[in-house]
């Protein structure tokens, strides 16, 4: 057998070893940044997409053109609009549930803490309508049946997850849990309600302010449970039991 001496190389090192492992972590860390931020300037592109037309309404080849992108490239990243929908829903829900979270109240107080809970929801709606449109179908009439059965309910599963401390801090004032449900469930109506009619505009026909309407529901609701509450004075039943 001939071996040539130019087919000769010496091992790598130890560290050569690590340092080319090193080297090709540090590769794989730049794609992904660099697809991350793909990703992020395609949903922005879809964002304003579903904002002009409805998620009904847009097209992959115009989130791709408003995105500077083939349609085909879209599909690197997401295999349908409603993907595309769905991912900027579940992006906007991530961001209600840190707010939710970030919302603090001194420990052994659920009064204060189904307030705390409470406003912060609802302001994070009052400042994003645009989220309040992707949460609730509202962009240009969307309907859930725009979105797959599995998608649909992984999505309302993740609002329902932002919503479970509110209910949780009716149970800790001592509601049985399907009581607290049903007075989590009217909270979010009644929320929904004024924001809705603070976004459209129509508040002004009554001269009041959203956000003052709800932290007054908010007091309300608190004393009606909350021995500790300022204001409460006689026993207060559960409105909805039977």
């Not at 912060?120 to 859930?144: E, I, K, M, Q, T």
Request: hydrophobic share 45%; proline share 5%.
């Amino acid at each position: 057998m001939n071996v040539h001496l130019d087919e000769l190389r010496p091992l790598p090192s130890a560290a050569d070893q690590a340092e080319a492992q090193r080297q090709l972590e540090l590769r794989q860390q730049r794609q992904l940044a660099m697809s991350d931020t793909r990703r992020a300037h395609v949903l922005d592109a879809a964002r304003r997409v579903f904002a002009d037309k409805g998620v009904e309404g847009a097209s992959i080849r115009e989130i791709a053109r408003e995105a500077g992108y083939t349609a085909g490239a879209l599909y690197s990243y997401f295999d349908s609009k409603e993907a595309i929908y769905g991912a900027l829903l579940a992006e906007s829900l991530d961001r209600l549930l840190a707010e939710v979270q970030a919302a603090r109240a001194p420990k052994g107080q659920p009064g204060q803490a189904l307030a705390a809970k409470a406003q912060a929801w609802f302001g994070f709606y009052a400042s994003h309508p645009r989220d309040l449109d992707l949460g609730f179908y509202l962009v240009n009439g969307l309907a859930p049946h725009g979105l797959t059965h599995e998608l649909d309910r992984a999505l309302n599963d993740r609002l329902l997850e932002a919503l479970r401390p509110c209910e949780q801090a009716l149970e800790d004032l001592g509601l049985p849990p399907d009581a607290a449900a049903r007075e989590n469930a009217a909270l979010f109506a009644h929320g929904m309600g004024l924001l809705l009619l603070k976004h459209t505009g129509r508040i002004r026909l009554f001269g009041q302010a959203a956000e003052a309407l709800f932290a007054q529901y908010v007091d309300r609701l608190v004393e009606r449970f909350d021995p500790a509450a300022p204001g409460r004075t006689l026993p207060q039943r559960d409105l909805f039991a039977d």
